[in-house]
């Protein structure tokens, strides 16, 4: 079979057999052409979408670019730098030679660590920020935003020389680095944040103490720059102190916190503006109930128990009048051994001292009991004496019960009459026992004994521990009165 155009000759098994010439090409190789002209279509498609779509995000990235540039946030190499630092003297203040630069100061207290009563001072930790405006800071911004440096940019630029008067301690807090920032604006607007942690003095009056009030003052005031030169001022008015709510004293109430300004003269050097950040602080006053007030009056009402004690218990009085006296001491010791030494006396010193008054003078009472009952029993065995038993009467004795005595002695008193044995005047004075006794008659000894019982109960209180039970109490508990009446 022969195509047109062509010859071919058919071979075995009736198969065309044609012979290769110079315009003929198998069907193989057609295809395998076919299918890299495919390919490379194909890929020409593809390398022109990837091209376009590559312009057109670079369009859509240029004009994100030109609408959000910010030449504040860009890096600027040393020949164009933004702030001209190098190109001004700031050792010299802005607008030098010209009207007192205003620096404007707010302050917010982060914690109020402690207050001191033996060195009068406390601790504060604040963030100080400073307000002002120098011109030679200020830069092109078409955007407005603000540069922020950390602590090594201050120690090229001028900054207020700020300081805290009676100031004992202050330091930077450092950790991680400096806590500093520096803020700068395009119009030359400086704002300086600093975290501080300062111990300041404050002058405390303790006459009043524990129920007293203290004001303490921290005072900011330029070193080097007179009013002349540079004026302070509250940026904010009140609204520039501001204070964490959490802010609290394990012994004082914070009640308020307030700013105010003065001047202050030196007679060396002029007039400084003086800025005052002030606090008041009321003592929480339970503590010392628990630890002074309390104790105090426990100590007072035990040394009344030996009013109750019998008077012939020497060894009970005078150790229970010793151990109150003590434990007083003890307790003032103890309060003065945290309180500043001052010259003055304080409410707790009244309080105190006046306990201890009161248990001083329940030792005495118990002192002039027994002296007076010694006296007595001198006189009563000077009577004897001068009165000997009469023994020629047969059915009657006569004996002078001083307290020491015992049952026998008791039952062996016969009656006797009075006026025989002691004078007219002396009837005051001494004390006789007349006691009428029938050795036959059982119920007489009986009611005896008891008349002689009672009247040993009644001998062994003494009437100054009658009238002291009375009055101790009753004079303390006015003494409590007048003193929480005038310092509470």
Same mark, same amino acid.
């Given at each position: 079979?022969?195509?047109?155009?062509?010859?071919?000759?058919?071979?075995?098994?009736?198969?065309?057999?044609?012979?290769?010439?110079?315009?003929?090409?198998?069907?193989?190789?057609?295809?395998?052409?076919?299918?890299?002209?495919?390919?490379?279509?194909?890929?020409?498609?593809?390398?022109?979408?990837?091209?376009?779509?590559?312009?057109?995000?670079?369009?859509?990235?240029?004009?994100?670019?030109?609408?959000?540039?910010?030449?504040?946030?860009?890096?600027?190499?040393?020949?164009?730098?933004?702030?001209?630092?190098?190109?001004?003297?700031?050792?010299?203040?802005?607008?030098?030679?010209?009207?007192?630069?205003?620096?404007?100061?707010?302050?917010?207290?982060?914690?109020?660590? &402690?207050?001191?009563?033996?060195?009068?001072?406390?601790?504060?930790?604040?963030?100080?920020?400073? @307000?002002?405006?120098?011109?030679?800071?200020?830069?092109?911004?078409?955007?407005?935003?603000?540069?922020?440096?950390?602590?090594?940019?201050?120690?090229?630029?001028?900054?207020?020389?700020?300081?805290?008067?009676?100031?004992?301690?202050?330091?930077?807090?450092?950790?991680?680095?400096?806590?500093?920032?520096?803020?700068?604006?395009?119009?030359?607007?400086?704002?300086? &944040?600093?975290?501080?942690?300062?111990?300041?003095?404050?002058?405390?009056?303790?006459?009043?103490?524990?129920?007293?009030?203290?004001?303490?003052?921290?005072?900011?005031?330029? @070193?080097?720059?007179?009013?002349?030169?540079?004026?302070?001022?509250?940026?904010?008015?009140?609204?520039?102190?501001?204070?964490?709510?959490?802010?609290?004293?394990?012994?004082?109430?914070?009640?308020?916190?307030?700013?105010?300004?003065?001047?202050?003269?030196?007679?060396?050097?002029?007039?400084?503006?003086?800025?005052?950040?002030?606090?008041?602080?009321?003592?929480?006053?339970?503590?010392?109930?628990?630890?002074?007030?309390?104790?105090?009056?426990?100590?007072?009402?035990?040394?009344?128990?030996?009013?109750?004690?019998?008077?012939?218990?020497?060894?009970?009085?005078?150790?229970?009048?010793?151990?109150?006296?003590?434990?007083?001491?003890?307790?003032?010791?103890?309060?003065?051994?945290?309180?500043?030494?001052? &010259?003055?006396?304080?409410?707790?010193?009244?309080?105190?001292?006046? &306990?201890?008054?009161?248990?001083?003078?329940?030792?005495?009472?118990?002192?002039?009991?027994?002296?007076?009952?010694?006296?007595?029993?001198?006189?009563?065995?000077?009577?004897?004496?001068?009165?000997?038993?009469?023994?020629?009467?047969?059915?009657?004795?006569?004996?002078?019960?001083?307290?020491?005595?015992?049952?026998?002695?008791?039952?062996?008193?016969?009656?006797?009459?009075?006026?025989?044995?002691?004078?007219?005047?002396?009837?005051?004075?001494?004390?006789?026992?007349?006691?009428?006794?029938?050795?036959?008659?059982?119920?007489?000894?009986?009611?005896?004994?008891?008349?002689?019982?009672?009247?040993?109960?009644?001998?062994?209180?003494?009437?100054?521990?009658? @009238?002291?039970?009375?009055?101790?109490?009753?004079?303390?508990?006015?003494?409590?009165?007048?003193?929480?009446?005038?310092?509470?």
């Amino acid at each position: 079979m022969l195509r047109a155009g062509g010859s071919c000759a058919v071979g075995g098994y009736g198969r065309a057999v044609c012979p290769a010439g110079p315009g003929r090409m198998p069907h193989f190789a057609k295809l395998l052409l076919l299918i890299f002209c495919l390919v490379l279509l194909v890929e020409s498609r593809k390398h022109r979408r990837r091209r376009w779509t590559s312009q057109l995000e670079l369009q859509k990235a240029g004009h994100i670019y030109k609408k959000n540039h910010d030449v504040t946030k860009t890096r600027k190499g040393k020949t164009e730098q933004l702030l001209r630092v190098d190109d001004h003297d700031f050792t010299m203040r802005p607008a030098f030679g010209g009207p007192a630069i205003p620096v404007g100061v707010d302050v917010q207290v982060e914690s109020l660590d &402690s207050i001191s009563e033996v060195d009068m001072d406390f601790t504060m930790t604040l963030y100080l920020r400073h @307000y002002w405006k120098d011109e030679r800071l200020s830069f092109p911004s078409t955007t407005n935003n603000s540069m922020t440096f950390d602590g090594r940019l201050v120690k090229k630029i001028w900054v207020p020389d700020v300081f805290f008067v009676h100031s004992k301690r202050s330091f930077i807090h450092d950790t991680t680095t400096d806590n500093i920032m520096l803020r700068v604006f395009p119009d030359g607007h400086v704002l300086y &944040s600093m975290r501080i942690t300062v111990t300041a003095m404050c002058n405390m009056d303790f006459s009043r103490f524990p129920l007293d009030s203290q004001t303490c003052s921290l005072e900011l005031e330029s @070193y080097a720059y007179t009013d002349e030169d540079l004026m302070l001022y509250w940026k904010n008015g009140n609204e520039s102190l501001k204070t964490d709510e959490k802010i609290s004293l394990s012994q004082f109430l914070i009640q308020k916190f307030h700013t105010t300004s003065r001047l202050a003269f030196y007679s060396s050097t002029g007039w400084y503006n003086r800025l005052y950040i002030s606090f008041t602080l009321r003592r929480h006053i339970f503590f010392f109930l628990l630890q002074t007030y309390f104790p105090a009056t426990l100590m007072v009402m035990l040394s009344w128990v030996s009013f109750w004690i019998d008077r012939r218990a020497v060894p009970a009085r005078v150790s229970l009048g010793i151990t109150t006296v003590l434990t007083m001491s003890t307790i003032i010791t103890g309060v003065n051994a945290s309180m500043p030494r001052v &010259s003055y006396i304080k409410a707790v010193d009244i309080y105190l001292w006046v &306990s201890f008054v009161f248990v001083f003078l329940s030792v005495l009472e118990y002192a002039a009991v027994n002296y007076l009952t010694t006296v007595q029993e001198r006189k009563e065995r000077k009577l004897r004496e001068k009165f000997p038993c009469t023994c020629g009467i047969p059915h009657s004795k006569t004996m002078m019960l001083d307290g020491n005595y015992s049952e026998s002695d008791a039952n062996s008193l016969a009656g006797y009459p009075r006026s025989q044995m002691v004078p007219e005047e002396e009837k005051q004075e001494k004390m006789v026992v007349h006691l009428a006794m029938s050795n036959a008659s059982n119920s007489s000894r009986k009611r005896g004994l008891k008349g002689h019982v009672g009247l040993r109960i009644i001998q062994n209180t003494h009437a100054i521990d009658k @009238y002291s039970r009375l009055i101790f109490p009753g004079t303390y508990i006015f003494f409590n009165l007048i003193y929480w009446s005038v310092f509470s």
